[in-house]
Protein backbone atom coordinates (compact mmCIF):
# COMPACT_ATOMS: atom_id res chain seq x y z
CA UNK A 1 0.00 0.00 0.00
CA UNK A 2 2.95 2.67 0.99
CA UNK A 3 6.41 2.75 -0.85
CA UNK A 4 8.59 0.68 1.19
CA UNK A 5 10.51 3.01 4.01
CA UNK A 6 7.52 4.35 5.51
CA UNK A 7 7.10 3.52 9.26
CA UNK A 8 4.59 0.42 10.33
CA UNK A 9 2.50 3.50 12.63
CA UNK A 10 1.91 5.12 9.23
CA UNK A 11 1.52 2.37 7.23
CA UNK A 12 -1.41 0.85 9.41
CA UNK A 13 -3.06 4.07 9.54
CA UNK A 14 -3.77 4.04 6.10
CA UNK A 15 -4.89 0.91 6.00
CA UNK A 16 -7.02 1.17 8.81
CA UNK A 17 -8.23 4.49 7.30
CA UNK A 18 -8.87 2.78 3.84
CA UNK A 19 -10.38 -0.67 5.49
CA UNK A 20 -7.87 -2.65 3.39
CA UNK A 21 -6.44 -4.27 6.50
CA UNK A 22 -3.22 -5.50 5.74
CA UNK A 23 -3.82 -7.33 2.41
CA UNK A 24 -1.18 -6.57 -0.07
CA UNK A 25 -2.27 -4.99 -3.74
CA UNK A 26 -2.21 -7.29 -6.59
CA UNK A 27 0.72 -7.66 -8.53
CA UNK A 28 1.18 -8.78 -11.81
CA UNK A 29 4.11 -9.34 -14.01
CA UNK A 30 6.77 -6.77 -14.11
CA UNK A 31 6.03 -5.63 -10.52
CA UNK A 32 3.26 -3.46 -11.23
CA UNK A 33 0.15 -3.29 -9.45
CA UNK A 34 -2.80 -5.18 -11.58
CA UNK A 35 -5.27 -2.76 -13.23
CA UNK A 36 -8.08 -4.56 -11.41
CA UNK A 37 -6.71 -3.18 -7.80
CA UNK A 38 -7.85 -0.03 -7.00
CA UNK A 39 -6.53 0.34 -3.73
CA UNK A 40 -3.97 3.21 -3.53
CA UNK A 41 -0.40 2.37 -3.77
CA UNK A 42 2.65 5.03 -3.39
CA UNK A 43 3.16 7.00 -0.08
CA UNK A 44 0.06 9.11 0.12
CA UNK A 45 0.62 10.14 3.72
CA UNK A 46 3.44 12.37 4.60
CA UNK A 47 4.95 13.86 7.75
CA UNK A 48 4.13 17.40 9.28
CA UNK A 49 1.37 17.71 6.28
CA UNK A 50 -0.67 21.43 5.68
CA UNK A 51 -3.61 19.20 4.51
CA UNK A 52 -4.91 15.92 5.38
CA UNK A 53 -7.69 14.43 3.39
CA UNK A 54 -9.56 11.57 5.39
CA UNK A 55 -11.91 9.20 3.51
CA UNK A 56 -13.20 12.16 1.05
CA UNK A 57 -15.87 11.17 -0.87
CA UNK A 58 -18.28 13.36 -3.29
CA UNK A 59 -21.52 13.34 -4.93
CA UNK A 60 -23.04 15.03 -7.95
CA UNK A 61 -26.78 14.14 -7.06
CA UNK A 62 -26.31 9.72 -7.08
CA UNK A 63 -23.16 10.17 -9.32
CA UNK A 64 -20.51 9.28 -7.21
CA UNK A 65 -17.63 11.36 -8.21
CA UNK A 66 -15.05 11.25 -5.77
CA UNK A 67 -14.55 7.59 -4.33
CA UNK A 68 -12.72 7.38 -0.59
CA UNK A 69 -9.73 9.32 -1.00
CA UNK A 70 -7.20 9.72 1.91
CA UNK A 71 -4.19 12.02 0.78
CA UNK A 72 -1.65 14.47 2.55
CA UNK A 73 -0.60 17.61 1.21
CA UNK A 74 2.89 18.46 2.87
CA UNK A 75 4.14 21.88 3.32
CA UNK A 76 5.96 24.38 1.02
CA UNK A 77 5.64 21.72 -2.04
CA UNK A 78 4.02 21.26 -4.85
CA UNK A 79 1.33 18.60 -5.42
CA UNK A 80 0.23 17.47 -8.99
CA UNK A 81 -2.72 16.01 -9.91
CA UNK A 82 -2.71 14.39 -13.08
CA UNK A 83 -5.09 12.06 -14.93
CA UNK A 84 -7.83 11.54 -17.86
CA UNK A 85 -10.44 14.14 -18.54
CA UNK A 86 -13.65 13.20 -15.87
CA UNK A 87 -11.33 11.49 -13.40
CA UNK A 88 -12.02 13.68 -10.68
CA UNK A 89 -8.98 15.82 -10.03
CA UNK A 90 -11.00 19.34 -10.23
CA UNK A 91 -13.57 18.25 -8.10
CA UNK A 92 -11.12 16.90 -5.44
CA UNK A 93 -9.40 20.13 -6.00
CA UNK A 94 -11.97 22.09 -5.39
CA UNK A 95 -12.95 20.90 -2.04
CA UNK A 96 -9.58 21.85 -0.80
CA UNK A 97 -11.48 25.27 -0.35
CA UNK A 98 -15.55 24.26 -0.43
CA UNK A 99 -15.52 26.05 -3.89
CA UNK A 100 -17.97 22.47 -4.16
CA UNK A 101 -20.29 24.64 -2.07
CA UNK A 102 -21.67 26.57 -5.27
CA UNK A 103 -22.95 23.35 -6.85
CA UNK A 104 -26.30 23.06 -5.64
CA UNK A 105 -25.99 18.95 -6.39
CA UNK A 106 -23.05 18.33 -4.95
CA UNK A 107 -22.27 16.95 -1.61
CA UNK A 108 -19.00 15.83 0.35
CA UNK A 109 -17.86 13.78 3.08
CA UNK A 110 -15.16 12.43 5.10
CA UNK A 111 -12.48 14.63 6.83
CA UNK A 112 -10.09 17.38 4.89
CA UNK A 113 -8.03 19.23 7.83
CA UNK A 114 -6.21 22.33 7.61
CA UNK A 115 -3.17 22.58 10.39
CA UNK A 116 -5.33 20.58 12.43
CA UNK A 117 -9.41 22.25 11.49
CA UNK A 118 -11.92 20.18 9.95
CA UNK A 119 -12.94 22.79 6.87
CA UNK A 120 -16.23 20.82 6.13
CA UNK A 121 -17.59 21.32 9.84
CA UNK A 122 -20.47 23.84 9.46
CA UNK A 123 -18.56 26.23 11.55
CA UNK A 124 -16.29 27.22 9.00
CA UNK A 125 -16.42 30.83 7.68
CA UNK A 126 -15.92 29.62 4.05
CA UNK A 127 -15.05 33.55 2.92
CA UNK A 128 -12.17 33.33 5.60
CA UNK A 129 -11.33 29.60 4.24
CA UNK A 130 -11.21 31.08 1.12
CA UNK A 131 -8.65 33.74 1.92
CA UNK A 132 -6.28 30.75 3.44
CA UNK A 133 -6.72 28.96 0.48
CA UNK A 134 -6.86 30.77 -2.31
CA UNK A 135 -7.31 29.89 -6.07
CA UNK A 136 -6.22 30.44 -9.79
CA UNK A 137 -8.73 28.82 -12.21
CA UNK A 138 -7.98 27.92 -15.59
CA UNK A 139 -8.79 31.16 -17.52
CA UNK A 140 -7.80 34.32 -16.20
CA UNK A 141 -10.47 36.03 -14.18
CA UNK A 142 -9.42 39.60 -13.35
CA UNK A 143 -11.78 41.64 -11.55
CA UNK A 144 -13.46 44.52 -14.28
CA UNK A 145 -11.13 46.85 -11.53
CA UNK A 146 -7.71 48.66 -12.42
CA UNK A 147 -4.71 46.60 -11.78
CA UNK A 148 -3.88 48.04 -8.42
CA UNK A 149 -7.59 47.40 -7.56
CA UNK A 150 -7.26 43.89 -8.53
CA UNK A 151 -4.84 42.93 -5.84
CA UNK A 152 -5.99 45.67 -3.28
CA UNK A 153 -9.55 44.54 -3.13
CA UNK A 154 -8.74 41.20 -0.82
CA UNK A 155 -6.98 43.47 1.69
CA UNK A 156 -9.42 45.96 1.86
CA UNK A 157 -12.54 43.39 2.73
CA UNK A 158 -10.60 41.54 4.77
CA UNK A 159 -9.48 44.67 6.86
CA UNK A 160 -5.66 43.58 6.04
CA UNK A 161 -4.38 47.08 5.75
CA UNK A 162 -4.58 50.14 7.91
CA UNK A 163 -4.09 53.35 5.12
CA UNK A 164 -3.12 54.40 1.57
CA UNK A 165 0.89 53.43 2.77
CA UNK A 166 0.30 50.21 4.25
CA UNK A 167 -2.03 49.33 0.74
CA UNK A 168 0.69 50.64 -1.28
CA UNK A 169 3.00 48.07 0.09
CA UNK A 170 1.26 45.45 0.45
CA UNK A 171 0.21 45.54 -3.62
CA UNK A 172 3.88 46.05 -4.67
CA UNK A 173 5.09 43.31 -2.68
CA UNK A 174 1.94 40.71 -4.25
CA UNK A 175 2.88 42.15 -7.93
CA UNK A 176 6.39 41.28 -7.27
CA UNK A 177 5.95 37.90 -6.22
CA UNK A 178 3.95 37.44 -8.84
CA UNK A 179 6.57 38.32 -10.82
CA UNK A 180 4.46 41.17 -12.62
CA UNK A 181 5.65 44.41 -10.56
CA UNK A 182 8.07 45.49 -13.46
CA UNK A 183 5.63 45.03 -16.40
CA UNK A 184 3.09 47.49 -14.78
CA UNK A 185 4.39 49.29 -12.24
CA UNK A 186 3.48 52.54 -14.53
CA UNK A 187 0.20 51.55 -15.13
CA UNK A 188 -1.21 50.71 -12.12
CA UNK A 189 -4.50 52.56 -12.95
CA UNK A 190 -4.93 50.44 -16.01
CA UNK A 191 -7.55 47.62 -16.64
CA UNK A 192 -6.65 44.40 -15.25
CA UNK A 193 -8.41 42.81 -18.60
CA UNK A 194 -6.33 45.10 -21.17
CA UNK A 195 -3.18 42.59 -20.08
CA UNK A 196 -2.12 39.91 -21.79
CA UNK A 197 -3.40 36.68 -20.78
CA UNK A 198 -0.09 35.67 -19.18
CA UNK A 199 0.24 38.84 -17.46
CA UNK A 200 -3.57 38.39 -16.50
CA UNK A 201 -3.11 35.45 -14.88
CA UNK A 202 0.12 36.18 -12.72
CA UNK A 203 -2.20 39.12 -11.80
CA UNK A 204 -4.62 36.65 -10.87
CA UNK A 205 -2.22 34.89 -8.78
CA UNK A 206 -0.88 38.71 -7.00
CA UNK A 207 -4.30 39.03 -5.95
CA UNK A 208 -4.30 35.37 -4.65
CA UNK A 209 -1.15 35.67 -2.07
CA UNK A 210 -1.88 39.51 -1.55
CA UNK A 211 -4.63 37.92 1.75
CA UNK A 212 -1.51 35.87 2.77
CA UNK A 213 -3.36 32.33 1.99
CA UNK A 214 -1.76 29.16 3.60
CA UNK A 215 -2.28 27.14 0.38
CA UNK A 216 -2.57 27.85 -3.22
CA UNK A 217 -4.85 26.01 -5.56
CA UNK A 218 -3.89 25.78 -9.34
CA UNK A 219 -6.51 24.07 -11.91
CA UNK A 220 -4.79 24.17 -15.01
CA UNK A 221 -3.50 27.34 -14.91
CA UNK A 222 -1.50 27.66 -17.96
CA UNK A 223 -3.90 25.58 -20.69
CA UNK A 224 -4.97 29.06 -21.98
CA UNK A 225 -1.66 30.45 -22.59
CA UNK A 226 1.72 30.40 -24.74
CA UNK A 227 4.55 29.08 -24.17
CA UNK A 228 6.46 31.91 -23.29
CA UNK A 229 3.47 32.65 -21.01
CA UNK A 230 3.43 29.16 -19.64
CA UNK A 231 7.43 29.27 -18.87
CA UNK A 232 6.82 32.47 -16.41
CA UNK A 233 3.99 30.94 -14.61
CA UNK A 234 5.90 27.96 -14.09
CA UNK A 235 9.51 29.50 -12.69
CA UNK A 236 6.69 31.43 -10.07
CA UNK A 237 5.18 28.64 -9.20
CA UNK A 238 8.73 27.19 -8.30
CA UNK A 239 9.63 30.23 -6.74
CA UNK A 240 6.22 30.72 -4.89
CA UNK A 241 6.52 27.03 -2.53
CA UNK A 242 8.99 28.40 -0.31
CA UNK A 243 6.01 30.58 0.79
CA UNK A 244 3.06 28.58 0.23
CA UNK A 245 1.88 25.16 -0.24
CA UNK A 246 0.91 24.41 -4.26
CA UNK A 247 -1.59 22.22 -5.51
CA UNK A 248 -1.98 21.86 -9.06
CA UNK A 249 -4.02 20.00 -11.49
CA UNK A 250 -2.44 19.83 -14.91
CA UNK A 251 -3.20 17.96 -18.10
CA UNK A 252 0.28 18.18 -19.18
CA UNK A 253 2.64 15.22 -17.83
CA UNK A 254 5.46 17.45 -19.15
CA UNK A 255 4.74 20.42 -16.22
CA UNK A 256 3.76 18.02 -13.50
CA UNK A 257 7.42 17.12 -13.52
CA UNK A 258 8.83 20.31 -14.22
CA UNK A 259 6.68 21.57 -11.35
CA UNK A 260 6.36 19.11 -8.60
CA UNK A 261 8.06 17.35 -6.33
CA UNK A 262 5.19 14.59 -5.56
CA UNK A 263 2.17 13.71 -7.80
CA UNK A 264 -0.59 12.05 -7.61
CA UNK A 265 -2.75 9.80 -10.17
CA UNK A 266 -6.29 10.24 -10.54
CA UNK A 267 -8.45 7.78 -12.36
CA UNK A 268 -12.48 7.23 -12.75
CA UNK A 269 -12.73 9.28 -9.67
CA UNK A 270 -10.25 6.95 -7.27
CA UNK A 271 -6.98 7.60 -6.35
CA UNK A 272 -4.55 4.96 -7.75
CA UNK A 273 -1.00 6.17 -6.95
CA UNK A 274 0.93 8.90 -5.16
CA UNK A 275 4.45 9.77 -4.47
CA UNK A 276 7.51 11.40 -4.95
CA UNK A 277 7.40 12.87 -8.92
CA UNK A 278 10.41 11.57 -10.39
CA UNK A 279 9.27 7.58 -9.19
CA UNK A 280 5.87 8.06 -10.54
CA UNK A 281 6.83 9.04 -13.96
CA UNK A 282 9.97 6.51 -13.83
CA UNK A 283 9.01 3.61 -11.55
CA UNK A 284 4.87 3.81 -11.75
CA UNK A 285 3.85 1.03 -9.27
CA UNK A 286 0.64 0.60 -10.40
CA UNK A 287 -0.63 -0.11 -14.22
CA UNK A 288 -3.47 1.93 -14.56
CA UNK A 289 -0.75 4.59 -13.96
CA UNK A 290 1.82 3.26 -16.14
CA UNK A 291 -0.79 2.98 -18.67
CA UNK A 292 -1.43 6.72 -18.27
CA UNK A 293 2.17 7.95 -18.39
CA UNK A 294 3.05 6.19 -21.58
CA UNK A 295 -0.20 7.02 -23.46
CA UNK A 296 -1.59 3.94 -23.54
CA UNK A 297 -5.09 6.37 -22.57
CA UNK A 298 -6.06 9.77 -21.22
Known amino acids: ?12 AFQTLNGHGAAAPVVVSGGRVSRDDR ?13 TCRSVNVWYDKTHAIQDVTLDIGRNQVIAM ?8 STFLRCLNRMNDTIDSCRVDGQIC ?46 LVRGRVEEDELV ?18 SPGTGLSGGQQQRLCIARAIAVSPEVILMDEPCSALDPIATAKIEELIDELR ?17 VSQRTA ?30 GRFG
Open 39 to 51: RTVGEPLVKDPRI
Open 242 to 258: VQFTIVIVTHSMQQAAR
Open 265 to 294: YFHLGELIEVGETKKIFTMPRHRLTEDYIT
Open 172 to 189: ESSLIKAGLWDEVKDRLT
Open 1 to 12: MIENGQNQQTLS
Open 114 to 159: LDEQDILGPQVDVVSLRAQVGMVFQKPNPFPKSIYDNVAYGPRIHG
Open 82 to 89: IGPSGCGK
